[in-house]
């Protein structure tokens, strides 16, 4: 977990510098590199472990094709508003959410972040950058 909020910490300066200050005041998440990501779940004991929720935001069919190892759940992006407390999530628990591109996360980030969680991340490039980084892909549940 304090690996996360450290990569979290540099990434959300990184995004403020790259930005500016409208940006960081339009989006209330944060972003996550897939090469980020890879690294949390690596140094992480076990999937139960590491230190954040790990959500998958397409729909069910997208999901039975693949999904990111040690993913805890599928909620599609369009339902997430409604089924948020199957996270299980505090409110400042960190929750880490990707869908196929980034565009459908990122809505979810953002509703989850108006729905008063504070420690929302979008995984840029989801399963493409995922994927086009060579990274294992687990069968979807």
């Known amino acids: 977990m304090r690996y996360l909020r450290s990569i979290m910490c540099a990434v959300c300066l990184c995004g403020f510098l790259l930005d500016g200050p409208s940006s960081a005041v339009a989006h209330h998440s944060y972003v996550l590199s897939v090469q980020q990501l890879r690294a949390g779940l690596v ?9 954040f929720v790990l959500v998958d935001v397409r729909s069910p069919e997208e999901h039975a094709s693949g999904m990111i190892p040690g ?24 929750i880490v959410v990707y869908c196929q591109s980034g565009h459908r996360s990122n809505i979810a980030a953002e509703t989850l972040a108006d729905l008063g969680y504070t420690h929302v991340y979008n995984v840029v490039g989801s399963m493409n950058a995922w994927t086009e980084a060579g990274f294992p892909v687990s069968p979807g549940r």
Do not use: Q, Y
């Not at 140094?43 to 230190?51: C, F, R």
């Not at 759940?73 to 369009?78: A, S």
């Open 43 to 51: 140094k992480a004991s076990s999937t139960n472990a590491k230190g």
């Open 71 to 94: 993913t805890d759940l599928n909620i599609d992006f369009r339902e997430i508003k409604a089924r948020h407390r199957e996270l299980g999530a505090k409110t400042d628990d960190h």
